[in-house]
C-alpha cells in the first residue's frame, strides 16, 4: 500500500513539474504577443489620431498587467492599513497614474527593435522573461516579472535597467505614508491622475 501512495505521489510530483515547466513557456508568448500588438498599433500609419492610438495600447496593456498584485507589491506592508475600499481605490488610481506616466513614452516609439531572451523561473507560479529594446545606438535590458494567476501569465513588475517599478514606487509611497494616512495617499494620487 505505502509503495502504491508512493509511486502515486512520485507521478503527482512529475505531473506538476511537467505542468509547471509547460506554462513557463507561455509566459514568454504571452508578453511576447502583447508586446508585439503594441508595437503594431503605435507603428501603424493609418493610425493617426493620438487618442485613438492610447485607447488601443491602453486596451493591450491592461490585458497583461495585474494591477491588483503591482499594487500590493508597491505598498508592501502598508497594504494591510488601507480599508477594502481603499485597496481597490489604490489598485485604481495606481493603474491610472501608470498608464498616463508611461503612455507618452510607448507612443514615443520609433522603430525600435524588440527582442526576447529567457525565462528565469522565481517561484512555482513566477516567472522573469528578459528582453532587449534594441536601438540604433544602444540596447535596453527590460525584464517582465509576471504571476501566474487564474491560468493566465500577468505583468506585477518591470524591471528596466535594473530599476524596478514595483521598488521604485515602493519608496515612495513609504515616504508620503510615513507622513500621511492611507487616505491621505489617496488624496495625492487623485490629484496626480485628475
Known sequence: MRRRWRKFGVLLFALMTVSASAMAGEALRAIEAHVNRVLEVVDN???KDKAVKE???QSIVDEIFNYAELSKRALA?????????QQKEFTHLFGKLLRQVYMDRILAHTNE???????????E???EVESEILM???SIPVRYRMILQKGQWKIYDVVVEGVSLVQNYR?????????????GLLRILRQKVA
Open 45 to 47: 500609419p493609418a493610425l
Open 55 to 57: 485607447e488601443k495600447v
Open 77 to 85: 506592508i502598508h497594504w494591510q492599513s488601507f480599508s477594502p475600499e
Open 113 to 123: 527593435k524588440v527582442v526576447f531572451g529567457k525565462e528565469t523561473r522565481l517561484s
Open 125 to 127: 507560479n513566477r516567472i
Open 136 to 138: 540604433p545606438t544602444k
Open 171 to 183: 519608496s515612495q509611497f513609504r515616504g508620503i505614508l510615513s507622513k500621511e494616512t492611507p487616505e
